[in-house]
C-alpha cells in the first residue's frame, strides 16, 4: 500500500512510524514534513483523495489540528485514534482513510499497535449508507 505520511514535528515516535509502516511493506511518500499542521493534514489528505496514496498518517502534538485539516479535504475520512481498538473501529465501520495521531500522548510501543490495528482491519460495509452521506 502506498501511505502519504507527515508530520510537522519530527520526533523518535513519527521516526519509528515511518520505520514501522516499511517494516509492513508499505511504500511511505514523506509530505509535509515540519511545515505547519494545517499545511501537513493538507498535503496529505489532497495524496489520498487524489489518489496518489492509498492512504495516510499524520501527526501533529494533540493530533487535532491534523486530523481536522485533512478531514477538510473531501473524499478524506481522517481519524484521531489513541489506541488500537478505535483505529480498528475507524477502518471497520468508518472507512477511515488517514490516521491520525497525537504526539503529546502517543508512545512508539503504542504507535505500532494503532498503525497495526489501522492497516489491517477491512471496512466491513455495514456503515456503507452512513457512510455516503459524508461530504
Not at 40 to 47: K, Q
Amino acid at each position: 500500500m502506498n501511505v502519504a505520511f507527515g508530520t510537522d514535528e519530527v520526533t523518535p515516535m513519527t521516526d519509528e512510524i515511518e520505520a514501522h509502516l516499511k517494516r509492513l511493506g508499505h511504500e511511505v511518500q514523506r509530505l509535509g514534513i515540519g511545515l505547519r499542521w494545517a499545511e501537513v493534514g493538507r498535503m496529505v489528505g489532497e495524496a489520498v483523495s487524489t489518489g496518489d496514496a492509498d492512504a495516510g498518517v499524520v501527526c501533529c502534538f494533540t493530533g487535532t489540528g491534523v486530523t481536522m485539516a485533512a478531514n477538510k479535504v473531501n473524499g478524506v475520512r481522517a481519524a484521531l485514534c489513541v489506541d488500537a481498538e478505535t483505529a480498528r473501529g475507524s477502518r471497520r465501520w468508518n472507512d477511515a482513510n488517514v490516521l491520525a495521531l497525537s504526539l503529546r500522548i502517543t508512545t512508539a510501543d503504542v504507535a505500532r499497535e494503532i498503525v497495526d490495528a489501522f492497516f489491517g482491519a477491512k471496512p466491513d460495509g455495514t456503515e456503507a449508507d452512513q457512510i455516503a452521506l459524508l461530504p
